[in-house]
């Protein structure tokens, strides 16, 4: 028997977890790869499993039905980078032959696992793939403890009509031409198909016997074993995602000769373009850029690849990833430019906002560290902030080049949306027009080739007219025959609105279709202000409603930036309601189901132990101290509020984990009943407990608590604030905030369009004219600003930049320019105190302890 080199496990909607439903067996390996590795960054996990040697997980497709058993297994060859690729990829090679065998082991009936009901079987998809462009990783620890998880329940095991696939070589390797370090022997499709033949062949003479695995045999068996999956009420299907994987249906994206199976899903790898490439290398070189491209060019695509290696370049924490709204950074995991630099709303002017950054520990460190900027969709940020910016930079570093010498790169399309202007009497700047953007840009570039429509040119020619702003009769009667209905199919479509009130009335209707009555959650709203019209006008601006409305089932949006991975624009689907006191043993339980119900009913019991558990789980900054009562009282459960027993949902992880022994069937039970006699006695007010999407296509389940905005004057005195949760309805969403989507399925109504380049961007969020329906069109909708096509008049492609600047790099060409970061002068003032655990305990306590304050970071 070859040694386990990994497994993987079925995959239904439940098993979009954050506690990652894929097991790696030998997990030695990894370990010890990630320890023997010189070039691994611990400090970031994203990191660390992008370069690691295997990246071996399960991955749903966005559109598998909850009901589907559909399962992906990626394998993952790492990047070779310029100093280190022969080795790793020696290393790797030697490592993927071994892999072959354990793939052939672990599908291969064998004397251990050839008894095996069919029923049950599953249809796993092997990938093999060299490091694909959005890697679904894994985080090491979290592997561990799903291997743990999987251990103890044994179950049925995957067996017939398996898949495999291999994945194109990673094209964003540009040693590809010269070296490819993919080994020989993986690239070869007709092996795998032999392979795949050889298997599925074999497999065919499994008798459905089922019952007669042990547990001992399920131990010794290469095959990890799983369990037939029951279904969960909720679909884990979004109506909308931010830049998904390419995945693709086998009759779109796969070579003939592979000849594949036809609902075989393969992952394309994405090969960065000649032009986007030559971004990357001016970017390495130091220049300070500007990209542009018209909408699908790739710019957000390259600007991931772009800040790796920047990265790489200056190390992480060294390169300031943002974007002017938090949903274009969600796309590209990053912050906003307001919240990552200290400036809150950019208010008051530039020596005010620099008091506010050296007020902030945080953020002075922040700006000091800083080797490079980027700023993803600048189109909407103001060129006066970008200023005032600007001169905070130069104060905070004492470095009086632009920005303090900091490397920018930024990136957007100014035909899109400018920023939002409140003030007629002050109208839009943009940022190209500022002080500091003449001052600082070195390169202004132009993509050219669009890629999200490549399939449908004709679409990209009407769009491209409709960005100039000029669109002739016949584009506009083509776009006017897509005011037809959309197929009714599996996928819900998003819908864009240019106003908040019919995005609001659309969201309202989608939720009254959902089963069962809506939780009402009033926000409190205080603050200092008395004039009742201006505080009635700045507590409308806050994007968290007044009064919210949610059902489970309701797709919401985190409007707040939580922590790294729950970030403003992280999409969601409310599971159900409950406590914090029943959402912390919830939470014990999720992570450790096989914890006894003696230990959870001692913690239950304990109130000194609860307390302590509770305020581990608080916020301790200043403001989140003083709000604390506010909060309070917002999450207190109100005597009319009706309390129903926990739905089934909650517990798909104990689900998947369907054991086969009794003893554990009945502790699961058990701790079923358990969890609902505390909820249903418990005195707290019933939150929403969402499972949120990730990026990397994972879940995380989080119970949603409230949280504060406010308006402060110059003192931080709140004007106006509002305590509610951070949550609004996510079906529908403003044209505003759909920017930088992609959507394979969108209905648009330009009805209410009331500035230039709206149109543009709603309809350009589309894949296809196939997938998207228009209502409300009209030629007086479409416009462009003069100054931008002025602007866009001066623009060069990426090559005709590239042989304009000769050989300098910027280093040499500015005065004093530090690839570096600056010096960290003032920082030696400070002493930066980590977070610790309120107490360092053993058990179930200190588990969880330890976890909060992990996730914090
Ligand atoms: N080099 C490439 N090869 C194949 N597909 C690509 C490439 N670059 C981008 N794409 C695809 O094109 C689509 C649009 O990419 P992306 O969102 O980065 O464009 P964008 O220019 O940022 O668009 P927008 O301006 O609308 O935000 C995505 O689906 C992406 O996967």
Redesign the pocket.
Known sequence: MGKRLFSGNSSNSSHLEKKPKTTLVDLEDIDRLLSESDDWDDSEDLEILNNSAFNITSRNQQSVPSTSSDQKIVVSIPDCDETNGTDKSKEISSMIDDDLDNILDKYTPSSNNRNKPTDFAQKPTVTLAANPLIGNVSNPTQLVGTSRFHTETQTVPIQNNIELQIAEQNHMDRKWNSEPHVPEGIDDEDMLMQMQDEINAENENIKPIPADITDDMAQDSSIEMYAEQPKTKLSNKFTFAT?LP?VVDSKDGTPEELNLPPNTKIKIP????VE?EQIIDLAEKGYNIFYT?S????????LKELIKRLKKKYGPQHVAVTASTGLAACNIGGFTIHSYTGIGLGKGDADVLYKKVRRSKKHLRRWEEMSALVVDEISMLDGDLLDKLDTIAQKVRRNHEPFGGIQLIFCG?FF?LPPVSKDPMNPTKFAFESNSWKSSIDITIM?ERV??QQGDLKFIDMLNKMRLGSIDEETEMEFKKLNRALPDDDIIPAELYSTRREVDRANGSRLAKLPGKSRIFKAIDGGDLQDKDLRDKLLQNFLSPQILHLKPGAQVMMIKNIDATLVNGSLGKVIDFMDADTYLFYDVITNNPEAPLENLDALRNDPAKLEMLREADNDDDDKARKNKMTKESFSRLSSNEVVTELDDNIFDFLADAEPNDQATRDNIKRKRAWLNELHLSSQGRKLPLVRFKMADMTTRTVLVEPEEWAIEDEKEKPLVSRVQLPLMLAWSLSIHKS??Q?LPKVKVDLGRVFEKGQAYVAL??AVSREGLQVINFSRTKVGAHDKVVQFYNTLTSAETALAKLGNDPPEKKRNGYKPQFAPKTSLSRYSYSKKKPATKEGGILGMLMTRKEKSKH
Do not use: H, P, V
């Open positions: 830049q390419s994405i090969r960065l373009s986007q491209g909408a699908g060019t790739g710019k957000s695509i390259l399309d899109q993509l890629f999200r920017q930088g992609t350009s969020r």
